[in-house]
């Protein structure tokens, strides 16, 4: 694999919660000057099957990704999975069980804000977001300000849709590890200071979360992320170095559902990344090559 200048491994499609379709992130990527991008669609795998049928020779570099929503005893976490087999039991048996908490959470939601606040939606409109391949809080915020309820998609997750809470109905971080190994990938823990809400996670806290993590499997840290300060990087990286663990790089774009440039990773060169990231670049190496003959 020849390391590029430029990269994103974090990035979301219409698949899930993005507004670009498969094929117009990869018209972007090419646009932007990404040499290597992952598309990683919350519990879903389909617009990375969509992108390998449709990339050419001559296109940037891709890997597998996908990115899981866990929660535990301890708190929230997203976990990526790279490099993983899209055909793989692995995956799929975490993509699925994800998927029907998703929807569950969604059909919750819509019957949420039509009892408590009045807002109600035409059926026609239900079952055009029912039939999304992966429903979430921003498609229901947006059906909001199309019927006028609130100004903004922002106000109606804040505001109402925020306002239910959901004890089980989620997939568990060992759970998504589990999955993402099987299947031949390597667990990232996303964002990793960013918890639930505004939590920002850091110092023993951190510590003690990634080693619990590591005891499933973890194997890598997002420590180049679009809102991440300096400091905050620097502080991962020491975490990665310590344990490690590989280190990526990744927007977490979503096209016109948040203000994040695709490309904007606060990692101004891969090629001269830190020891973590190369070590994840020759162990995704292999796969690349191997996809590419």
Do not use: W
């Not at 001269?272 to 690349?288: I, L, T």
């Amino acid at each position: 694999m020849v390391i590029p200048k430029k990269i994103d491994l974090h990035m979301h499609t219409r698949v899930s919660d993005g507004t670009d379709t498969p094929e117009e992130i990869l018209l972007r990527v090419k646009d932007a000057g990404i040499g290597l991008f992952a598309v990683t669609d919350h519990d879903a795998v389909k617009g990375c099957r969509i992108v390998l049928d449709i990339l050419k020779p001559e296109d940037p570099q891709f890997i597998t990704g996908a990115e899981f929503s866990c929660k535990d005893e301890y708190g929230k976490y997203h976990i990526l999975g790279y490099g993983y087999e899209p055909q793989s039991e692995g995956v799929q048996r975490i993509v699925d069980l994800g998927h029907s908490y998703r929807m569950n959470k969604v059909r919750a939601r819509v019957d949420f804000v039509e009892k408590e606040f009045g807002f109600v939606f035409s059926q026609e409109d239900k079952d055009a977001l029912f039939a999304l391949d992966n429903p979430g809080k921003p498609h229901i915020g947006n059906l909001m300000v199309k019927y006028g309820y609130v100004k903004t998609k922002e106000e109606a997750i804040l505001d109402y849709i925020n306002k239910i809470h959901f004890k089980s109905e989620y997939v568990r971080p060992e759970e998504a590890i589990e999955g993402i190994l099987a299947s031949g990938g390597i667990p990232v823990l996303a964002h990793p200071s960013y918890g639930s809400g505004d939590q920002l996670i850091i110092g023993e806290e951190m510590e003690e979360r990634v080693s619990r993590l590591m005891g499933f499997g973890l194997q890598g840290l997002e420590a180049f992320y679009s809102g991440f300060p300096k400091r905050l990087t620097e502080s991962l990286l020491t975490l990665a170095e310590k344990n490690g663990l590989y280190v990526t790089a990744g927007s977490d774009y979503h096209g016109k559902n948040k203000l994040i440039e695709l490309g904007d990773t606060n990692l101004e060169d891969a090629e001269q990344g830190p020891a973590g990231m190369k070590r994840f670049f020759e162990k995704v190496r292999r796969y690349n090559s191997e996809r590419r003959t």
